[in-house]
């Protein structure tokens, strides 16, 4: 059996990734910190079908994490594939001279340190079990590479989750548990709904080659093929799931 943790599954991107694996016949585990009987969980675990489970979760809590991952193998059986999808925006868009420690510090928690230390522990978990191919995926964003200085800890923190990215592929390579990734750019979700006739406009006037927003299921199509083993030789790799936005341009 095939087993995928989805962190921020419940929603966007990560709903859309888990019901591209769900439907590849995925068991897929799908964690959160939101209640397990909010609305939108309920939705999307009626979404993915009878195989998810939903994990309370808060990715800041580090200490949580061999319990949840205990409870993951208990219900479903050994790891196979992490999605690294759960994260957060600046907190507040303005000036980079104005940007608070505790805003740093809280985006950086999310979008970082919780996500290396999952990773990690996941890593060993695939370690400890020969289950052929096994897959770690991260899903970071052009802001890696792109800069926006009204969300400077936002673009710091995806820099360096993709570094992240790097060091376990590297790590991992020998292991047969290929990491990936992939760098979404401006993705139609509940976090860009706020700027959603910003960037309408923007693309209209040809920031994105493709002409057009990003859905989830443009990046749980790049997923998909990553977390089944066939780009296993290319670990390491970036995957620009953008439209063509981070093709440097004349």
Known sequence: MKTALITGGQQGIGLGIARALADAGYAVAIAAEADPDNPVVQDALAFLGPKARYYRHDVRDIAAIP?????LEDDLGPLTTFVSNAGVGAPIRGDMLDLSPEN??????????????LAQEAAKR???HDEGYRSIIFI???SAEMVS????????SKAAAAMAAKLF?????SENIGVFDIRPGIIETGMTA????????????????????GTPDDIASAV??????RLAFATGSVIAADGGLSISRL
Do not use: Q
């Not at 200085?149 to 710091?156: K, S, T, V």
């Open 169 to 173: 592929a590297a790590r991992l390579a």
């Open 67 to 71: 319990t949840l991952l205990d409870r």
């Open 224 to 229: 998909l093929p990553l977390a089944e083993g």
């Open 104 to 117: 740093f510090d809280f985006v950086m928690a999310v979008n970082l340190k919780g996500a290396f230390f």
């Open 126 to 128: 695939m370690l400890g």
């Open 140 to 142: 970071t964003s052009v």
């Open 194 to 213: 706020g700027v959603k006739d910003k960037y309408t406009a923007r693309i209209e006037a040809g920031l994105v080659p493709a002409a057009r927003w």
């Open 149 to 156: 200085i009204e969300r400077a800890e936002y673009c710091i």
